[in-house]
């Protein structure tokens, strides 16, 4: 079935290193995908998002990576900050008519002073 | 200004009872979505409306009745509130739907007793 995943369920980096979290994906149709941090006690909020026309989008301090040829997607967090700590998820609109997105499990991402 | 706003932020009830959520939307937004979140953090879509008309309900028990007067508000109302359905149900909107960017509310944290 369709489904997302993530490969790592937490992920601890020191202030100031980059961060890497990873999602896999397996619905070749999704043409849309977003990732989102959700901080304790939150929503989930926007970080940024990648049609599948792209590869590569960047914002500020983050950037989002697509590979549709083994189905997967990274966002990369540059300057990690404690204020970064928060879970982090994938999610993929399989487009069509669907308004349906698709979350992955998420990553908790720790940042240590 | 809150952009999708969900009261009330916590609810606890007991069980059997019949209890409603309601969300509003400040962005002109034509889409709106409940999701459920559990104690896992995994997020899972309930239902979906397109200007006042269900689009998508993902199996979710009739107990649950989503409810949109007008397209900036979707209400949930749960019948006979069962001890699973304690959880974080999140309110969100989109512009258009499909391949859109979706805002979440704050949460509603629903402890079933």
């Known amino acids: 079935g369709e489904s997302v995943g993530l490969h790592l369920p937490t992920l601890s980096v020191q202030e100031g290193d980059n961060s890497i979290i990873n999602c896999a994906y397996s619905n070749s149709a999704s043409d849309y995908f977003i990732w989102y941090k959700q901080e304790s006690g939150k929503g989930p909020q926007f970080i940024i998002d990648i049609r599948s026309n792209m590869d590569k989008r960047q914002g500020q301090r983050v950037t989002v990576l697509l590979n549709k040829t083994v189905k997967h997607l990274s966002l990369q967090i540059a300057a990690t900050q404690p204020g970064d700590s928060a879970v982090y998820f994938c999610a993929e609109n399989s487009g069509g008519s669907n308004y349906k997105l698709t979350f992955g499990k998420g990553t908790l991402l720790t940042v240590n002073p | 200004d809150t952009a999708v706003s969900q009261t009330p932020k916590y609810l606890v009830t007991q069980m059997g009872n019949d209890k409603s959520i309601k969300c509003e939307q400040n962005?002109?937004?034509?889409?709106m979505y409940w999701y459920k979140q559990d104690s896992k953090k995994f997020l899972k879509i309930m239902f979906s409306?397109?200007?006042?008309?269900?689009?998508i309900n993902e199996t979710v028990p009739n107990r649950f009745s989503p409810k949109s007067p007008d397209k900036a508000h979707l209400n949930l109302h749960i019948n006979s509130l069962e001890l699973g359905d304690s959880a974080v149900y999140f309110c969100a909107s989109s512009q258009a739907g499909t391949g859109e960017t979706q805002y979440f509310g704050p949460g509603t944290r629903l402890l079933v007793l």
């Open positions: 962005l002109g937004h034509d889409t």
């Open positions: 409306y397109n200007n006042k008309e269900l689009i």
